[in-house]
């Protein structure tokens, strides 16, 4: 889906600033306290890498870029526990009102409703029968769709020629993954796109290497 969270390539955020030299992991306990939250809750709630990344995606402007980094990890935690009605609406809202000496009802633990979803295999890397569909040196566009639930097609590379560097091995699509409608692999390519194809002749010049699954490619003859 087309929602805040894919920002790549898009003007106006400023520089990129690299991490500085030995900084901590989390700059403050709450950060730490927030990633293992997040963790548990996609665990719990019977989700994957992909309904989590889902989740990030489907957080609001203020959701995703005023709370910070973990804080939005935080939010998609939380996201995670209301898809599987582990947590009801307004819980934690609830919750927190207590917690600061408010007297508010709090609304009953509704009745869990996880994913009948379960990984055919560890990790994400699977074994196909097909032969891949594309081969290093060769031309492909990335397919021009905006798809209304997860996908890991980046907007910026859409409609865009790029070549093939390296055929990599199949992995779980993310796409249907994220919703639970089964692991459908495919090979993945590293696909290696100029800058001025991207974003014009003004743009500075380079080449960028994009990982993408074979259903997001077309052939470009």
Same mark, same amino acid.
Do not use: C
């Given at each position: ?13 400023? /520089?990129?600033?690299?991490? #500085? ?5 989390? @700059?403050? /306990?709450?950060?730490? &306290? ?8 996609? &665990? ?8 989590? &990344? *889902? @989740? ?5 402007? @203020? ?39 408010? *007297? ?9 409703? #996880?994913?009948?979803?379960? /990984?055919? @295999? ?16 060769? *031309?492909? &566009? ?5 798809? /209304? ?7 910026? %590379?859409?409609?865009?020629?790029? %070549? ?31 800058? *001025? ?25």
């Amino acid at each position: 889906m087309d929602g805040i969270a894919d920002m790549g390539g898009t003007p106006g955020w400023g /520089p990129v600033q690299p991490p #500085k030299k030995n900084e901590p992991v989390f @700059a403050e /306990p709450w950060q730490g &306290r927030a990633f293992a939250l997040a963790i548990l809750s996609n &665990r719990v709630s019977g989700g994957n890498l992909d309904s989590f &990344r *889902h @989740a990030l995606e489907r957080l609001d402007r @203020a959701a995703y870029l005023e709370e910070g980094y973990y804080g939005r990890w935080l939010n998609a935690g939380e996201l995670r526990l209301l898809d599987s009605a582990i947590l009801a609406p307004a819980a934690v809202d609830a919750r927190a009102r207590n917690l600061r000496g408010e *007297h508010v009802e709090e609304p009953p633990i509704p009745e869990p409703a #996880k994913p009948d979803y379960a /990984p055919t @295999a560890e990790g994400t890397l699977r074994s196909i029968d097909t032969a891949p569909a594309f081969g290093v040196g060769e *031309h492909v &566009r990335a397919k021009d769709m905006s798809p /209304p639930g997860h996908t890991r097609l980046p907007r910026y %590379v859409r409609g865009h020629v790029g %070549v093939v560097d390296i055929v990599q091995p199949a992995g779980v699509l993310p796409d249907t993954n994220a919703h639970f409608l089964g692991e459908n692999p495919q090979y993945v390519y590293s696909v290696r796109f100029d800058s *001025h194809e991207l974003w014009g002749a003004d743009a500075e010049s380079f080449d960028l290497t994009v990982e993408l699954f074979e259903s997001y490619l077309d052939a470009t003859s």
